[in-house]
């Protein structure tokens, strides 16, 4: 089969690589319809994640057709149409049984390496590095699915069926912007600002929108994204490379009072070109330091008293100078992590399939798979008004 292996910095190819086999009774083999380029895909073109090897498949937004499934599996059958969560749980765990499958104890069959550097483990995820499990990613014809009882969500087939388009975030970026409004507590009345208009941050402010937030401030520098969260969520928008003193203008936006909540939805490779944005990305250049966390401080700073601070936005290091004493002296709220994407599921499919929102709004580029170097250095680069692409493998045969 063909997939988008992974070969060193800025180095992604697509290979003809074997198939993938039933490694356990509880495994299935999708036949992949359609996948996509996930912003944390970008911290692994850019190096910045270790634990990569040479070879690895990439992708962890993906759906298909089950092909075939292990004795053990219950709720999935041959020819059901899937979406998988990015992450791999076991169901069984206590933190499964907790919905917090991002911290599964059985899926990742490398946790020690992460204990080894952050003194705890937490799930396998796809196409996403050994710290993660080396599990192969999605951005393939064909993907084993572990624990395929637990974390695959059907979706109906045929003339009622949603096109792959709409349904193929829930495997991530729309259940993580949910969640990063979620955990803002959202009031009636209240202001939510996010930081990163890219397809996160649009899902982020669109379901602030849903939970009811009144007033929504996106922030980035890139025209198309500002003019799609205007469009389809409404946001009154900032440019902030052009924003003489960013916290003041949204100080100003919100009576001198602050967001009554602020979204990270940007994370470790943040831009930034006052003098600690470029120390940051000197102290990154040398590995002294992984996560330049620009946004975060901003975040912070911006914040109401009293307010929360929601990062979806992936950090993986300690952080250097990020103004924990503002946060404590404003009794602010911090939330974060990766997304326990099973739990919100069925109910975001259920929000789609009754038309309240359409996922498919973010995306702008449509290519085949084996164009996958190309779309990656586009949507790196932010080109042509790139905000998501997806990716076609179709017409794959196995052993091919
Ligand atoms: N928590 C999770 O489970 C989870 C899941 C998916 C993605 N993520 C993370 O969410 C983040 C965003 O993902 P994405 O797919 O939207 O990526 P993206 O690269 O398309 O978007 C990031 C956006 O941030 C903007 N940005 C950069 N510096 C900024 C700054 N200083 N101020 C304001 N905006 C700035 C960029 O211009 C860009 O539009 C990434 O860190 C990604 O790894 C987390
Ligand atoms: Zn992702
Ligand atoms: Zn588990």
């Given at each position: 089969?063909?997939?988008?292996?992974?070969?060193?910095?800025?180095?992604?190819r697509?290979?003809?690589?074997p198939?993938?086999?039933?490694?356990?009774?509880?495994?299935?083999i999708?036949?992949?319809?359609?996948?996509a380029i996930?912003g944390?895909?970008?911290?692994?073109?850019?190096?910045?994640?270790?634990?990569?090897?040479?070879?690895?498949i990439?992708?962890?937004?993906?759906?298909?057709?089950?092909?075939?499934?292990g004795?053990?599996?219950?709720?999935?059958?041959?020819?059901?149409?899937?979406?998988?969560?990015?992450?791999?749980?076991?169901?069984?765990?206590?933190?499964?049984?907790h919905?917090?499958?991002?911290?599964?104890?059985?899926?990742?069959?490398?946790?020690?390496?992460?204990?080894?550097?952050?003194g705890?483990?937490?799930?396998?995820?796809?196409?996403?590095?050994?710290?993660?499990?080396?599990?192969?990613?999605?951005?393939?014809?064909?993907?084993?699915?572990?624990?395929?009882?637990?974390g695959?969500?059907?979706?109906s087939?045929?003339?009622?069926?949603?096109?792959?388009?709409?349904v193929?975030?829930?495997?991530?970026?729309?259940?993580?912007?949910?969640?990063?409004?979620?955990?803002?507590?959202?009031?009636?009345?209240?202001?939510?600002?996010?930081?990163g208009?890219?397809?996160?941050?649009q899902?982020?402010?669109?379901?602030?929108?849903l939970?009811?937030?009144?007033?929504?401030?996106?922030?980035?520098?890139?025209?198309?994204?500002?003019?799609?969260?205007?469009?389809?969520c409404?946001?009154d928008?900032?440019?902030?490379?052009?924003?003489?003193d960013?916290?003041e203008?949204?100080?100003?936006?919100?009576?001198?009072?602050?967001?009554?909540a602020?979204?990270?939805?940007?994370?470790?490779?943040?831009?930034?070109?006052?003098?600690?944005?470029?120390?940051?990305?000197?102290?990154?250049?040398?590995?002294?330091?992984?996560?330049?966390?620009?946004?975060?401080?901003?975040?912070?700073?911006a914040?109401?008293?009293?307010?929360?601070?929601?990062?979806?936005?992936?950090?993986?290091?300690?952080?250097?100078?990020?103004?924990?004493?503002?946060?404590?002296?404003?009794?602010?709220?911090?939330?974060?992590?990766?997304?326990?994407?099973?739990?919100?599921?069925?109910?975001?499919?259920?929000?789609?399939?009754r038309?309240?929102?359409?996922?498919?709004?973010v995306?702008?580029?449509r290519?085949?798979l084996?164009d996958?170097?190309?779309a990656?250095?586009?949507?790196?680069?932010?080109q042509?008004?790139c905000?998501?692409?997806?990716?076609d493998?179709?017409?794959?045969?196995?052993?091919?």
């Open positions: 089969m063909k997939a988008v292996c992974w070969n060193g910095t800025e180095d992604v697509v290979e003809t690589v198939d993938p086999g039933l490694l356990s009774q509880k495994d299935v999708i036949k992949t319809t359609l996948t996930c944390s895909d970008l911290h692994l073109y850019g190096g910045h994640i270790p634990g990569m090897r040479p070879g690895d990439l992708g962890h937004e993906f759906m298909g057709e089950v092909v075939e499934t004795r053990e599996v219950r709720n999935l059958k041959k020819g059901d149409r899937v979406v998988v969560p990015f992450a791999i749980a076991c169901g069984a765990c206590y933190f499964c049984r919905e917090l499958y991002t911290q599964c104890d059985n899926s990742n069959p490398n946790a020690w390496m992460l204990e080894k550097l952050n705890y483990g937490s799930a396998g995820l796809f196409g996403y590095s050994h710290l993660y499990g080396g599990y192969a990613g999605g951005q393939a014809q064909f993907v084993r699915v572990p624990f395929a009882d637990v695959p969500v059907k979706v087939n045929g003339a009622q069926g949603l096109s792959d388009e709409k193929l975030f829930l495997s991530d970026i729309f259940p993580t912007g949910y969640q990063a409004a979620e955990q803002c507590d959202i009031k009636p009345g209240d202001t939510v600002a996010v930081w208009c890219g397809p996160v941050g899902f982020a402010m669109m379901s602030a929108r939970l009811g937030a009144e007033r929504i401030i996106g922030i980035d520098r890139f025209t198309e994204r500002l003019r799609m969260a205007q469009e389809t409404g946001a928008t900032i440019d902030y490379s052009k924003s003489p960013l916290i203008e949204i100080k100003e936006l919100t009576g001198g009072m602050g967001p009554d602020c979204i990270d939805a940007v994370g470790m490779e943040a831009h930034g070109t006052a003098l600690a944005g470029l120390y940051d990305r000197a102290k990154q250049a040398v590995h002294l330091l992984l996560d330049r966390p620009t946004v975060l401080r901003q975040c912070i700073q914040c109401r008293k009293g307010g929360t601070v929601s990062i979806p936005g992936v950090y993986t290091g300690p952080l250097d100078k990020v103004p924990i004493g503002a946060a404590f002296g404003k009794g602010l709220t911090l939330r974060m992590g990766q997304t326990n994407v099973q739990k919100y599921l069925r109910p975001l499919l259920e929000k789609i399939e038309g309240e929102i359409d996922p498919s709004f995306i702008t580029h290519f085949n084996s996958a170097p190309y990656y250095q586009l949507f790196r680069e932010k042509d008004g905000i998501k692409v997806v990716l493998p179709s017409n794959g045969r196995r052993g091919e």
